[in-house]
C-alpha cells in the first residue's frame, strides 16, 4: 500500500518518546555552513541520544545538503536521521509551536510563530543558541532572561562555552572514544582514504587539512611546503581557497578530484564530506587548518594539532575573541610553545604574506601533540552542550 507522505513521516519519527517535550530549532543561514553545521549536530543529537521529537527549520536547504548528502533541497518536509527537516517558509509555518523553541544564533523567529507560543496558553522553553566565544564575559551572560516586550514570554540566552559556567560544546557520546579507536588502527584509517579515493599517506610524510577564509598566507603555507624535504598532501574541500591554488599552481579552475603537485607538496582538491565524515578527516590528518565555529570545535576533539581561522568582523571583534582563546588554549603549553603558536595564529589570520612560519611551528609538534590530547581530555570533563541544553529547557518548563 501506498503511504500518503504525512503518514510516512509520523512513521519515521514515530519512535521519539511522545511524553517528552517537543522541539524547534530555527536556524536561517547567514552565509558558509556553520549556522546550519551546529544546527544539524545539535538536532540529530537530541533524536539519537535524548530520544527527543525535533523538527529543524531552516531557509537554505541548498548549503544542507552539501554537509548531510540525504538532503532533497526541493522538499518542504523530510525526515533524516531521524530528526523531522522543513524549509522555513511562509507556506510552511502553520504548525503549533513545539514546546522547546531554539532560535539559532539570534536568528528571529516568525511573528506569527511567536504570537501562537503567546497564546496557547502552554509553557514554552525559548532559547537563543548563541555563537561560541572564549571570553569571560560569556560565564555570566549565559541563561540570562530577555523578556518580551509586549507578551508573556521569556526568552533565555544560551552560550556554549569553555567553562563549565558557560552552556559547553557539542560533542556526542562515545565521539572520543570513537576517535581514539579510529586514530590507533591502521586498518580503519586505510579504509577510510580508500573510500575518499586517496592514498594512505607514506611514512613521513605530512598530511594536513586545510578549511579557512579567502587567506593568503595560504601561498606562503604552499611555498614553505613545496620547498620543504618533507613530503605534505594538503587536501582542501572544493571551493575554497581556490584563488591561492590557482594563483601558486597555475590552474584557472581547481575542481574536486583534481591534484596538483610542486615540490615536496600535493594539494588535494576533495568534494565536501558529510559532516561525520569531515570529522573523520580531522581524525586522519596530521594537522588540521579550520575556521568559523564548528570546524573549529570538531578539530579540538579530532586531538590533532591545528590552526584556526576566526570568522572575520569588519569592526575587528574578531581579534579579542581569537586572544581570549588563545589564553585558555595556550594556559599550559611551555611558553617557547605557546609564543610560536600565538605567532602562528595570529599570522594565520591576519592572511600576511612570508609567514605563518610552518617550519618554526613543527619544530613543536611533540609538544603540540601531547597537548591536543590533553586539551581534549580536559575539554569532554565538562558536560557537554546537548545534555546542558537539554537540562536547561526541562528547568524552564517546570
Ligand atoms: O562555514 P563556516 O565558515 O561557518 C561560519 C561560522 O559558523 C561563523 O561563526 C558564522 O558566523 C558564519 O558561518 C555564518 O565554518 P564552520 O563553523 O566550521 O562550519 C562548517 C561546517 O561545515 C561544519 O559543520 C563542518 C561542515 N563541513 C562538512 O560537513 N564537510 C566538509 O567537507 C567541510 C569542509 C565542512
Known amino acids: 500500500m501506498l503511504l500518503s507522505k504525512k503518514t510516512h513521516l509520523e512513521q519515521e519519527t514515530s519512535t521519539s518518546n511522545n511524553s517528552l517535550p517537543s522541539w524547534d530549532i530555527f536556524c536561517a543561514v547567514v552565509d558558509n555552513y556553520g549556522d546550519i553545521g551546529v544546527c544539524w549536530r545539535l538536532a540529530r543529537q537530541l533524536v539519537a541520544e535524548h530520544d527527543l521529537k525535533v523538527r529543524l527549520w531552516t531557509d537554505d536547504l541548498i548549503s544542507f545538503q552539501k554537509i548531510n548528502p540525504e538532503i532533497d533541497p526541493l522538499l518542504p518536509v523530510q525526515v533524516s536521521r531521524g530528526v523531522e527537516i522543513k524549509q522555513w517558509a511562509e507556506s510552511n509555518m502553520a504548525v503549533e509551536p513545539a514546546d522547546v523553541v531554539i532560535e539559532a544564533f539570534a536568528c528571529e523567529l516568525p511573528a506569527a510563530y511567536v504570537a501562537a507560543m503567546a497564546k496557547n496558553g502552554r ?13 569571560e564575559w560569556v560565564d555570566s551572560h549565559h541563561g540570562l532572561p530577555s523578556p518580551h516586550p509586549r507578551l508573556p514570554l521569556i526568552k533565555h540566552f544560551f552560550f556554549p562555552g569553555f567553562s563549565k559556567n558557560t552552556g559547553g560544546l557539542l560533542v556526542e557520546k562515545n565521539r572520543l572514544e570513537q576517535r581514539a579507536i579510529f586514530q590507533a588502527d591502521i586498518k580503519l584509517r586505510t579504509a577510510f582514504w580508500q573510500k575518499l579515493g586517496i592514498p594512505a599517506p607514506e611514512k613521513n610524510e605530512i598530511r594536513a587539512s586545510l578549511f579557512c577564509y579567502g587567506n593568503n598566507s595560504a601561498l606562503s603555507l604552499f611555498t614553505g611546503w613545496a620547498k620543504g624535504a618533507t613530503p605534505v598532501t594538503c587536501l582542501i574541500p572544493e571551493g575554497v581557497a581556490t584563488t591561492q591554488i590557482s594563483a601558486f599552481f597555475g590552474a584557472p579552475h581547481p575542481e574536486e578530484g583534481n591534484l596538483f603537485k610542486k615540490g615536496s607538496l600535493i594539494v588535494r582538491v576533495l568534494p565536501f564530506l558529510e559532516q561525520d565524515n569531515y570529522d573523520k578527516l580531522l ?20 586531538a590533532r594539532p ?16 581569537l586572544k581570549a582563546f588563545l589564553s585558555r588554549y595556550c594556559f599550559d603549553l611551555p611558553q617557547s610553545t605557546a609564543a610560536v603558536l600565538t605567532t602562528f595564529f595570529e599570522a594565520w589570520n ?3 604574506a612570508g609567514v605563518p612560519d610552518w617550519e618554526s611551528l613543527w619544530r613543536h609538534r611533540a609538544t603540540l601533540e601531547k597537548h591536543v ?11 557537554d552542550l546537548t545534555t546542558n541544553l537539554v537540562n536547561f529547557c526541562n528547568n524552564k518548563l517546570k
Open 373 to 383: 590530547q590533553e586539551w581534549a581530555n580536559r575539554l569532554i570533563k565538562k558536560v
Open 350 to 352: 591576519r592572511g600576511e
Open 283 to 302: 581524525w586522519a590528518c596530521d594537522f588540521n587548518f579550520v575556521r568559523g565555529e564548528d570546524s573549529f570545535v570538531r578539530a579540538q576533539w579530532a
Open 306 to 321: 591545528m590552526a584556526w581561522q576566526i570568522y572575520p568582523q569588519e569592526s575587528g571583534a574578531h581579534w579579542p575573541k
Open 123 to 135: 509553557r514554552h522553553a525559548w532559547v537563543n543558541l548563541e555563537y561560541l566565544s572564549a571570553e
